[in-house]
């Protein structure tokens, strides 16, 4: 069964450092989101594209957080410098082009701790 | 402003009883209706979705009922097994234009089912 894969499984970083995730999404699906689920709260948009453009970053944190999708199949998500209330699951999914439907698949998750 | 809300933090419930969550949201914007389920350190799994078009959708031991004027939805699970105990999201998202595939998250609610 076709699956997101996503890289680090887990990252421990201090403040201030870099931290980097990866995302592979379902081969074929165009649309891939970037979402951040702290705990005990749903999953939030960070970042939406549609193969290698940005659809909708309004609620990306623009002055530390940064993703791309060079060529509209993975994507990695940036921050830097990271700051202590950046830890949570960093969640990738994915969407095929069936009209009418909008179930996204996700991947396992990144889950940052920031120390 | 929370456009999605599950109230309900928790649910406990005997195996081989029913399991009723429920949802309500604000955005009249809203359209198609999830459920996700996820274990932990692990991504949200598709449960089961229905459009504003219908008011019940079933498959299996899940059914999710939809009361568009209530702004109200519930995903009951029976017969309900220990292997059900996960935390449950709803989710919602419209399907015209730009809201096409953006997920709205609600809080969750951690279901146990106790053998």
């Known amino acids: 069964e076709a699956e997101v894969a996503q890289s680090p499984r887990y990252k421990i970083t201090e403040k201030s450092q870099a931290v980097a995730f990866w995302c592979d999404p379902i081969s074929g699906h165009a649309t891939l989101y970037w979402y951040r689920q702290i705990l005990g709260q749903g999953p939030e948009l960070l970042v939406q594209f549609q193969d290698e453009s940005v659809v909708d970053d309004s609620q990306l944190p623009k002055d530390r957080f940064s993703a791309e999708r060079l060529k509209g199949v993975d994507s990695t998500l940036k921050i830097q410098p990271a700051e202590l209330g950046d830890s949570a699951m960093y969640l990738c999914?994915?969407?095929?082009?069936?009209?009418?439907?909008?179930?996204?698949?996700f991947g396992e998750g990144s889950r940052l701790t920031v120390l | 402003d929370q456009q999605v809300k599950q109230n309900s933090p928790s649910l406990s419930v005997q195996e081989g009883r029913i399991s009723i969550l429920n949802c309500d949201y604000t955005?009249?914007?809203?359209?198609?209706f999830l459920w996700y389920k996820k274990y932990p350190a692990e991504g949200p799994t598709f449960l089961i979705s229905i459009s504003s078009i219908k008011d019940k959708n079933e498959d299996g031991r899940f059914t999710v009922f939809l009361n568009k004027s209530a702004k109200h939805l519930s995903l009951h699970i029976v017969p309900s097994q220990p292997g059900d105990s996960a935390v449950y999201f709803c989710a919602a998202s419209g399907l015209g234009g730009t809201s096409y595939g953006k997920l709205t998250f609600g809080q969750g609610t951690i279901l146990t089912v106790h053998p």
């Open positions: 955005n009249s914007m809203f359209d198609y």
């Open positions: 999914a994915s969407r095929g082009q069936t009209t009418g439907r909008v179930e996204l698949f």
